[in-house]
DNA sequence: TGCCAACCGGGGCGTGCGTTCCGTATCGTC
DNA sequence: GACGATACGGAACGCACGCCCCGGTTGGCA
């Protein structure tokens, strides 16, 4: 690849994520393109389409978020709820990763069957209620990270949901 | 008014009515005028913008929801979770409502007045946590309805939330 | 029945966006 | 230093949508 080809990627690539970030998939392809200081033609030399540049830029940071999850816990309870947690502390601040679940690419079903392996622990452990669905609880999350992007309490929605999710046999 | 004048307007109001409510705000105006068997232009003579016909389909259903809120209560507990159950009734079938929260009209500011009364009076009872906001309410309901129209269990949800928002004081 | 105002339909305008095309500039090699 | 391949940029296309305009039609009153 030639230097400046591999220079414009990074380029891209960087405004990708900051504006990915800040206003989520929704923003223009060209105001990517601007802040990258590019032509819109140079951004479809590297990525056949805008989903491909949006797969791109959240493919690292989902992949990291999958493989803590992976890990075996003593207390599946707990590890849950960190995850959650961590999706939650993320979503508050950048708009990108609720797309990340909304948006159809391979990502979205790793993540979904992240979650669902991490739901089912934790029901077997009897720390979470049995009658949720990892389609449920994926569905809530994408609905509890839109929420925190409209000025709520990032925190008091999270702490609601999780002590929702709580299994009501525990006293 | 001439006859086939109201005749249009119910026509259009009735398409509308169907439209919003299986595929929300974003359904195109066109299809609505196609579904009522008229015109666009038509649609603009009875209604002077999208939102304005919006408003006439959502007005009475969620003015009917607001009255009933508006009774005082001895039970304000209870009082803000039948409001919500029956929020989430409705979003589960219809997708309008959630967007009635959202789309800028009159309507928004009444529904969000009406649960912040009903909030403060259950917090005031000690039936919900207190430090949740009406903005936090809100927004919370406003991701719950959208997760519901993704497959989602509407009652599982629905039970998380409400569980979650009870005050920690209670045993 | 005839006339005029009210109304209808749908083609069209403006806008925003994803995507493509192509003339031009640039890189890297011989 | 020149040449071919590669990459650039931005103008332009296609599409979808909200909204407006205008020639033709229809309804109701005299």
């Not at 033609?41 to 791109?56: D, I, N, S």
């Not at 679940?101 to 934790?122: F, N």
């Amino acid at each position: 690849m030639r230097a400046d080809a591999a220079r414009n990627r990074a380029k891209v690539l960087e405004a990708a994520r900051e504006l990915f970030a800040e206003q989520g998939f929704e923003v223009p392809l060209d105001e990517i393109a601007a802040r990258a200081e590019v032509g819109p033609g140079t951004v479809y030399r590297h990525f056949p389409t805008k989903q491909a540049l949006f797969q791109a830029v959240t493919e690292e940071r989902v992949a990291a978020m999958i493989a803590t999850a992976g890990e075996p816990s003593n207390d599946p309870g707990a590890a849950l709820f960190a995850f959650l947690g961590r999706m939650a502390d993320e979503a508050a601040v950048k708009r990108d990763l609720s797309d990340a679940i909304t948006v159809p690419t391979e990502l979205r079903k790793s993540m979904q069957a992240a979650i669902g392996t991490l739901l089912t622990d934790a029901q077997q452990a009897g720390a979470v209620r049995a009658d949720i669905t990892a389609v449920d609880l994926v569905a809530l999350m994408k609905g509890l990270m839109q929420s925190m992007q409209e000025g709520a309490n990032p925190q008091v929605l999270l702490e609601i949901v999780l002590r929702g999710l709580q299994s009501s046999r525990k006293p």
